[in-house]
């Protein structure tokens, strides 16, 4: 019986497991192969069958990791070899996920591909902190930055978005949060809301809210850590618990 090669890439969702798709279930389900994230829920996994293999392939900063490169070929190596490969990866694979280059290059060997998209952190915590990233009258868009570019620079389109209205949701950029703050201090918006949310939608998840003068001092007390997004513009006001940051600066 000839094997059939196959990849899907599964987007495991920002951390909750109840948060994958019901279809990246089923894929998790038929998957002879699993390749996982650092981020990925590993109680995911339990949907595989009994002799599914699973191999983390998790990539983190500052932490040895399994390079993008090997990552590609072990996709292909267990395609050919295996069967039905599932590239399990936190968030969605086609945001920040270099979910694009892994199927780029998984097809060049003639391997069926497939996507089954995931909850992205960029819109998944702040909805579940019901934190709109839009709102008529005050937020007309969003955007999504990394904070961190391949050579570890901090990306240029934060230049772009800081001068509009726009809400602004950065990933993978807490390592540069003094940075980003001096950005905005450049243009004065010094008042302007802000908000970390670490570990979103897990059980040790932490938000922290403030504005772009005092994020700092208020992620040192707070112990901040990665993972966390960070979310800038006038929607972070809408959180519940803003009116506690004005309250505290009042009495100042």
Known sequence: MSIKA??????AGPGDPDLISLKGIKAIEKADVILYDALVNEELLDYAQAECIKIYVGKRAEQLSTSQDEINRLLVDYALNYGHVVRLKGGDPFVFGR?????????QYGIETAVVPGISSAIGLTGLQQLP??????????????GSKSDGSLSSDLYL???????????MGYGKLAEIVAIYRERNLH?????????????NEKVVLGTIDNILDESVEKR???PAIIVI????????????????????
Do not use: C, M
């Not at 990233?133 to 990394?146: A, D, M, N, P, Q």
């Not at 006001?237 to 803003?242: D, E, G, P, T, V």
């Open 6 to 11: 196959k990849v899907t890439l599964v987007g």
């Open 99 to 107: 979910g694009g280059e892994e199927i780029d290059y998984v097809q």
């Open 133 to 146: 990233l839009t709102y008529r009258g005050i937020s007309e868009s969003f955007w999504v930055i990394t």
């Open 161 to 171: 978005a800081v001068e509009s209205n726009a809400t602004v949701v950065i990933l």
């Open 191 to 203: 008042n302007l809301p802000i908000a970390l949310i670490q570990n979103g939608s897990l059980p």
């Open 224 to 226: 901040v850590g990665v």
């Open 233 to 252: 513009g006038d929607v972070v006001a809408k959180h519940r618990s803003f009116h506690e940051i004005k309250e505290k600066a009042l009495a100042l």
